[in-house]
């Protein structure tokens, strides 16, 4: 007998997947004409490394009214099965909270499972899915029909990028262009490389965000420094770098092929985000620099908050010391001084569970 047959008029479910085995038995099918009144579903991750997602599986077809749903992760078969039954869906927040993408932390979200959402889902209004990432080749062929959406939290991966010889041959090539010099081969390759093929992508990357102008919240990357460093080197095993007698962590750069946020790679195409009241960019290989600062501070009159400058040596006191990103927080300051500089906390769901009741 389905459990759900008991309780048509129920509008919000909070699960536990440690339960999922008595609960999945008692589900309809999905072929059943049960309808139900829910709009908010919550999965509690008791095993967040590999929850129980056939009660999710089983809910879905059944629940054609829901607006809200809070998983782990987000994997295709559930974004599908979301675009499918759930078309009024406005909320999707993960789960499983971590204030890092690094592997020792939590697992990543499938790869483009958001995408399917926000090129599916019409009334989207919320994606908070740090931890989930977006290709750019997907993002570029799976056009976001959400335009309503307010709070975006995910990360763009795949991103056509210079190489580190490439970068420097780039802007030797720039220079010899302003004395009107001729440009050996690798400079050449360089510059157009980045005109004719990094360019277009990245300004067709930021078309598609500039549509979404109800933005208030827009955060494309996520701390990707390893948190456990600080708390267990014997399970957690780091590289040092000494400099004199002083010894760091060496937490490495942020991940490649992520988006440059630069004027010249057309950030300008942002303006249209009058709305935005937070921009996050922790752990994007990101050229933000004075004019890209500048603009912003002009462009976003509503903003208020910045993640991707903020202090880190408290947060990661064995960090080699960052002079450039200290003074850009300084300078970004001194055009607005009402914008914050911190750190994304996050709160685990089980608290806002416990509250809400």
Not at 126 to 132: A, F, M, P, Q, R
Not at 229 to 239: G, I, M, Q, Y
Request: aromatic share 10%; hydrophobic share 35%; net charge neutral.
């Amino acid at each position: 007998m389905s459990i759900l047959k008991f309780i048509p008029n129920l509008e919000e479910l909070w699960l536990e997947d440690q339960h999922g085995d008595y609960f999945t038995r008692h589900l309809p099918s999905p072929q059943s004409p049960l309808k139900t009144r829910l709009k908010i579903l919550y999965l509690i991750p008791f095993r967040p490394y590999n929850p129980n997602y056939c009660m999710i599986v089983g809910i879905l077809p059944h629940a054609p009214e829901l607006l809200e749903i809070g998983l782990p992760y987000l994997n295709h078969e559930i974004a599908t099965d979301i675009s499918t039954f759930c078309p009024r869906l406005q909320t999707f927040i993960q789960t499983n909270t971590s204030e890092s993408s690094h592997s020792s932390e939590l697992p990543c979200g499938i790869i483009n499972s958001l995408g399917i959402l926000l090129s599916n889902c019409p009334n989207l209004k919320k994606i908070d899915g740090s931890n989930h990432q977006i290709g750019a080749q997907f993002l570029l062929t799976h056009p976001w029909i959400c335009q309503r959406l307010e709070v975006l939290r995910c990360r763009i991966v795949g991103v056509d990028r210079l190489s580190e010889e490439e970068e420097i041959d780039y802007h030797q090539g720039l220079l010899l262009r302003r004395l009107g010099w001729p440009l050996p081969e690798a400079e050449t390759l360089a510059v157009e490389k980045y005109i004719h093929q990094i360019c277009p992508q990245h300004q067709q990357i930021y078309a598609q965000l500039a549509k979404m102008t109800h933005l208030r919240v827009l955060e494309i990357g996520m701390e990707y420094r390893n948190l456990s460093h600080e708390k267990n080197f014997r399970f957690h095993p780091v590289s040092f770098i000494h400099r004199g007698a002083q010894t760091y962590i060496d937490y490495g750069p942020p991940p490649q092929n992520t988006l440059e946020l630069s004027l010249t790679s057309g950030l300008e195409q942002l303006s249209t985000l009058r709305n935005l009241k937070v921009f996050g960019f922790e752990g994007v290989d990101c050229r933000i620099d004075e004019e890209e600062l500048r603009w912003m501070a002009i462009a976003w009159p509503k903003l208020r908050v910045m993640r991707g400058l903020q202090d880190i040596e408290a947060r990661f006191p064995n960090s080699i010391y960052d002079g450039e990103r200290w003074y850009r927080r300084w300078f970004m300051r001194m055009l607005r001084p009402n914008v914050k500089h911190e750190h994304r906390l996050v709160e685990p769901i089980c608290f806002v569970w416990q509250h809400k009741y």
